[in-house]
C-alpha cells in the first residue's frame, strides 16, 4: 500500500457477542442439535422479521425491555408517515402477532419452534447481552390446549439439553393454580396481590426469609384487612408452602397431606378455591407422571417455581443445570398462558411453551472451560497439489471425494508439502490427500494424527 | 373470553418478509443445502452482530446504501455518550472488520462463508426488501492470494445452486484487468475516468447503444481532450470490446485477435497497459480453464461484466438463472479485490468473493410457481393414541422411533381414530403409528399415501 490511509482500529461492542471459526463451529452444532431434536417431535419451523411496529410490541401495554426502534440514517421528513418500527425483544409477542395474522392457514394445535436473535437496549455498561439467540418452542391450540403439551414440552428439553454434553439437568415444575387456590384460599383474590405475593415468591432463593417476610406481610394486611399477627402467620405458611419440594412420585399426596394438615386455610375456604388448587394438583400429577420415565434428578415439583410474569396461568417450568454451577439461574423457562393473542385476533388462544436462552448458555459454559472448540476449518481432507500440471487432476479427486460425502479443501498452490502439511495441521484437517506426483503412480493419504500414509483409491473411499 | 378488549389487528410490513411454516421449510432446506456445499469446500463459518459501530460503517465514506440506526425507546441523556450503533447493510464490511479485528487468531488464506440477514433503509413504497439474507463466501490471504481461489469460487457457487434444482445456470466472468489496461491503451488513466466507462459499461443490458455511446463521448472527450469524431470512434470500440462473449475455450485467442486488428489502440501502447490486459487475459483463461468439467452452458467469459463498483480489481462475476426468465440480473455476484480491511488494519488483505442475494432468489422462485411447499410439519410418523391408559405405551414407542431417527409427533388426545388419521393427512404426516390398542396385541404402521397397514415392531423400524 503506497498510500498512508487513516486507521479506525475496530474494537467489541459490548453486549454483542461473536465468535472466531473454532467456537462459531460448536454454536452451529448446537443449534443443529437443537433444531433436530424440536422437529424429532414434530414441531415446525417458523422465523419472523427483526422488527415489529411498535404498536404491535406494546399491544398489551408498556413492557420492561429496553427496546431498539430503527430510525433511517438520512431521515426524511415524510417518514414519520411510516409505522415506526423497533427490533423484537423476545420471540412471544412475534409468534402472537404471527398466529394472529396467519391465523387461517395454520394447522391447530399449531406446534411449533424459532431460534433467532432477539435485541434488549440495555446500557452497555451493564455487562448484559444486546444481541442474543433463544430458540423457543410453543404449542397454541383454539379454545382448548390438552395438558399433554404441558408434559411432552419439557420431555423435548430434556432431550435437547441432554444431548449437548452438558452435564445433568433438572426440570423445576408447578403449577400456578396451586398457589393462585391456596392464596384464594387465604382470602386474597385481587390480581394485583396475587401477582405481589408471586414476584415475592419468585425471590425465594435470592432474598433472606426475614425479608421475604416482612414483604409478604404488608401485602397480606393490606389485601385482607387483617392484623399483624395473623398476617406473619399466613406468610410463614405461604413460604413453607412454596419450599416443598419433593421427587415426583409423591409429590401430590404430599401436597394434600401439607394442606390438610394446616389449619390456616381450613376455616372458611370457597369450593373453587378447592377445585383449583384440586386442579393444578392434577395437572401437575399429569406432568410429573408422564416425565417419570427420566433419571430420578431430571425432574422435581417444586413450588416455589412461579415465574414473575403474571401471564403463566397453569403449569410453570424453570430448568437448572446440575453440574456447572458457574451457570446461576435457570437455563429455559416458561410455561402454560391461556391467552397467546387476545390483543391482535378476536380468538382464544391458550397455549404452553418455553424458551432456552441459548447465548447465555453458550457463553457462561464456554467461559467457564465446559466447552472445547472445534478445528479451526470444517475439511475433513486437505487436498495437496503436488504441481501445478497436477492442479486439475487433483481438482478431479477433490470433487470425487466431495460427491462421496467429504469436506475436501484445496490447496491453492504447489508449494513445498512439508508447508501443504503444515498448513492442515494449523486448520486440524484431519487426512490429507496426495494425487499422484506422477501418472502412473497411485493416490495417497495420510491420517495426521496417526502419522501413518498409505495407498487409497478416491473411487473406494466413502464417508460413514 | 369475557372482557371485551381493543384489538390491533396485524398486517405484514413492506419488505420484511416472512414465511408459512411450509415455505420456511423449504427454505431452511435451501440454507442448510447452501451451507453443506460451504463446507464441503473447507470454508469456515463465521457470524458477525447484526450492528457496526456507525463510524465502521462509514469507514470508507458514505455509503450509497440507506441504512438503519439503533436508538433505544427511552433514550437517556447519556446514551449520546456511547458509540452509534447501526444495522449492517452487507456482511462485507462486517468482514472487514472482523479480519482486523482478530486478524493474530485467523488462519490464512482465510476461506469463510457467512449467511445472515441484513437490512437497507428503504423506503418502503419501493417494494424492495428491507430485511434479506445473503449468502457470502470470500477466501481473504495476507499480501498475495493465488489465482486458483477466483477459479474456485464460482465451483463452488456451481454446486450450490445446481443442488437447488431451479434450472441451469451460467456464471458470466470477465476480468477488470483486460478492461482497464484497454482503457489506458487509448490513454484513459484517471481514476474517475475509468469507473464512469465502467459504469456505462455496466449499463450494456439495461439502455440502448446510443445513449451509451453519447455517454462515452462525453466522458472520452473530457478525459482525452479529443475530438467529437474521434470519441465516437474510441466509444464504438469500447462497447464492441465489451461485447465479446465466447465459450471459454477460444475465449484468450478471440480477444487477442480482437485486440490486434483494432488500429485504435495500436498506435502508441504503453507497455504497462500491454502487460495489465495480459495479465487480465492470462487470470481469465485460467479461471476459464478450471471450469472447463462444467457443462458448456455453465460458464461464459462476458466482457460486459464489469461490476459497478471501483471495489473490483480483477475477476468479475454475474451469475444468470437460464431457465427462469422471471427472475431478472443476477442471482449471485462479487469479484476479487485488492485490499479488504485497509480502513481498519496496516495490512495488505486482498481477497475474492461472491455473494448470493438469497432472500430474492428464494422469493421470485416462490412467487412465480417454481418451488413446491413443503408439508405443514416435518414428522415423518403420527403416533396414535388409543386411549388415555395407552399413552405412556405410545410415548415409550415415540421414543424408540425418535432414536431409530423418526420425527415422531404424538398426537395429543384418545380422541377417535378418523380425527387422529384427518390430523395427519392435513399436516402432510406420511405414516400413522397405531400402538396397540390392547395387551398383547401387535402394533400396526399406516401408509397414508399408500393406504395400506400392516403390522410393525418398533424394534424392527430404522430411518435409512
Known sequence: MSEKRKIYKPKAISGFPEWLPEWRAVEQRWLDHIR??????????????????????????????????????????????????????????????????????????????????????????????????QCDIDVINVDH????????????????????????????????????GMLNALGVSNDKDIVSITRTIDKIEKEKQTELITTLISILKSALDINADEAHKQAEFILEFAKIKAIPKDFSGLLRDFIARNDVIARSVSDAAIQTINEGIEELSFVLDYLSYLPDHAVAGDLSIVRGLDYYTGTVYETQLLDVPEFTGSVCSGGRYDDLAGSFINKHLPGVGISIGFSRLFDVLKQ??????????????????????????????????????????MYHAPQKIGKQLSYAEKKGIPFVWFPPFEDGKAHEIKDMNEGTQEQADPADWSKP
Chains 1, 2 share one sequence.
Open 368 to 409: 467457564t472451560g465446559h466447552l472445547k472448540p472445534a478445528a479451526k476449518g470444517p475439511a475433513d481432507i486437505l487436498m495437496a497439489l503436488p504441481s501445478e500440471e497436477k492442479r486439475s487432476e487433483a481438482a478431479a479427486t477433490a470433487r470425487t471425494l466431495r460427491e462421496r460425502g467429504f469436506k475436501v479443501e
Open 145 to 180: 390446549l390438552p395438558i399433554h403439551f404441558d408434559a411432552e414440552i419439557p420431555a423435548m428439553i430434556y432431550d435437547t439439553l441432554d444431548g449437548l454434553d452438558i452435564g445433568r439437568i433438572q426440570h423445576r415444575i408447578s403449577n400456578r393454580k396451586i398457589l393462585i
Open 36 to 133: 433436530a431434536t424440536f422437529e424429532s417431535y414434530g414441531f415446525c419451523s417458523i422465523e419472523t422479521p427483526s422488527v415489529e411496529e411498535i404498536d404491535v410490541l406494546l399491544a398489551k401495554g408498556e413492557v420492561d425491555k429496553e427496546i431498539y426502534v430503527l430510525e433511517r440514517l438520512h431521515k426524511e421528513d415524510d417518514d414519520s408517515k411510516d409505522a415506526r418500527l423497533a427490533l423484537h425483544f423476545d420471540q412471544t409477542v412475534p409468534l402472537a402477532r404471527y398466529v394472529a395474522q396467519h391465523f387461517n392457514d395454520l394447522t391447530f394445535p399449531f406446534k411449533r419452534y424459532q431460534m433467532q436473535r432477539v435485541w434488549r437496549g440495555e446500557r452497555p455498561q451493564m455487562g448484559r447481552m444486546r444481541e442474543f439467540t
